[in-house]
């Protein structure tokens, strides 16, 4: 009987060792409103090469891709629901991972809602309240039972179970703009979560963001002034700068390239707070490299001497300067009885001559009806869309991200082309599909941008290394003085 209960203590030990929480999965809790929720195009710069250590737990049921809530998945984006975008917690984990030993693993958990004021990621936030809300505003926050704070929170135990959290992201503040109130109520929210979970101030950090800076357009800039005074009230707060970052146009989100710095500016400053003090940040500052895509062989090439202005609204067009004006929430492009069949293809390019100041989008239709919901794409401040074909995803309502996403049948595409307000001129320079995504391309990086002595990635990005030291970079292919070169 004695070796039967020195059996069942032993088997009891091993079973707890097993269930016991892993000291090296890292795990960092996301919460704010748009900017945190990822308002950026999600480009496939951000869903290649994503590191295995870097995971992320949905905090709430996906259907495509298929996430179940409370599951750890690869943190390929979105990372807080389906149907958002780009965030600066995509490049946080990445950067993260390219500091931290090789046997950490990085999860972050996302809870975050276009449009909340700080009270709404309260513990003590009344569904009342939301009454006089707009519908949208309702759907966002209905995603998480009209109660964030506790969803974040129960998400957390769950992830207690498999990691330790290490840290708190914060990207908040425009619905609270020039609220002298903020940085008590950022507080709350913050010690409720320690003491909740059980955590020590000490042991986990806040990192919180600015917002887009008034020299950069933003409407609310002057709120960075209340943010910045967030460690006088939080000892363990730590502020990152949103200095120099671009926004999209409308003076509150930032563009894709700016979320994938501000990503790294948030993991600067949390391996700062462990000691990391000069870390490795892959992805450049300088403005990103763009493309001059050409159509090759093979390729799908709509062609501009068929688009029609007209498809919906009353647009115009002039075929020698390839100007599109559009009619009145119009639409123009390419037009078929019978869908064509673009499955074959991994991505479609569309360009414009110049810049575009007409909120002008992108669409893929893959229905007959015009009034179905469309894979739809802003253009912004960019000229280029690079977009997968191969898995691409559209809204089942626009207005409306908690009704989920789709994929789009790429086998069956009845319209291409460009919706704007209407009125002002849009110069479309091409539209095709490829297999080549132009961002990848070796040649892509012309013989003019070339330094001596100058070694660059596929992404066209210049690192910070002299070409006789490739050998002590990551595996894979690079650009060495304008030949290719891999590193094994």
């Known amino acids: 009987m004695k070796k039967f209960y020195t059996l069942l203590a032993l088997l009891m030990a091993y079973a707890c060792c097993l269930a016991a929480p892993d000291p090296k999965f890292y795990i960092y809790l996301c919460i704010g409103q748009s900017n945190m929720e990822g ?22 049921d996906y259907s495509s891709p298929a996430r179940q809530k409370y599951g750890w998945y690869p943190a390929v984006p979105p990372l807080v629901r389906q149907g958002t975008g780009l965030g600066p917690t995509d490049w946080f984990g990445r950067t993260m991972v390219d500091n931290l030993p090789a046997d950490v693993k990085v999860g972050a958990l996302c809870v975050a809602i276009g449009g909340c004021r700080i ?36 998400c957390a135990r769950k992830a207690q ?72 009230t939080i000892p363990t707060a730590h502020v990152v700068s949103a200095g120099n970052l671009e926004q999209k146009g409308d003076g509150l989100h930032f563009t894709s390239h700016a979320y994938r710095v501000l990503g790294g500016r948030y993991a600067a400053a949390m391996l700062k707070t462990m000691g990391i003090n000069d870390p490795v940040i892959k992805y450049t500052e300088e403005e990103p490299f763009v493309p001059e895509p050409k159509p090759e062989e093979g390729d799908f090439v709509f062609d501009l001497s068929h688009f029609n202005p007209k498809i919906w609204a009353e647009g115009t067009w002039d075929a020698s300067t390839g100007t599109f004006v559009a009619g009145q929430y119009g639409f123009g492009g390419w ?16 360009e414009l001559a110049a810049p575009q100041s007409n909120t002008a989008k992108f669409r893929v239709f893959d229905t007959a009806s015009y009034w179905v919901n469309p894979y ?56 095709f599909a490829t297999n080549t995504n132009p961002y990848d391309g070796i040649q892509a990086i012309g013989a003019d941008r070339q330094a001596e002595d100058s070694v660059y990635n596929l992404q066209g990005m210049r690192l910070d290394v002299a070409s006789s030291d490739i050998a002590e970079l990551p595996a894979g292919v690079y650009i060495v003085n304008g030949k290719a070169l891999r590193v094994r």
């Open 39 to 60: 308002a950026g195009n999600i480009e496939p710069i951000d869903r290649n090469d994503v590191p295995e250590r870097f995971k992320m737990m949905a905090a709430v």
């Open 119 to 154: 009270e709404h990621l309260d513990k003590d936030f009344d569904e009342a309240a939301l009454a006089n809300e707009p519908d949208w505003f309702k759907s966002f926050m209905s995603a998480y039972g009209n109660h964030p704070y506790q969803v974040l929170i129960d």
């Open 161 to 232: 179970e498999q990691g330790v959290i290490k840290g708190i992201l914060l990207h908040q503040g425009e619905s609270n703009n020039c609220d002298q109130q903020w940085p008590a109520k950022v507080n709350k929210v913050y010690t409720d979560i320690l003491n909740d979970l059980g955590l020590k101030a000490s042991d986990v950090p806040l990192i919180a963001g600015e917002v887009v800076t008034t020299g950069m357009g933003g409407v609310c800039g002057a709120h960075n002034g209340i943010i910045t005074t967030l460690p006088q």
């Open 335 to 350: 037009e078929f009885e019978r869908p064509i069949d673009l499955s074959g293809y991994k991505y479609i390019v569309a």
């Open 376 to 431: 739809s794409r802003d253009f912004g401040e960019s000229t280029l869309i690079v977009a997968d074909l191969d898995g691409m995803m559209k809204q089942v309502d626009e207005n409306d991200p908690s009704k989920g996403i789709v994929p789009v049948n790429t086998a069956a595409i009845y319209r291409v082309g460009f919706w704007a307000m209407g009125g002002k001129p849009i110069q479309i320079k091409q539209v």
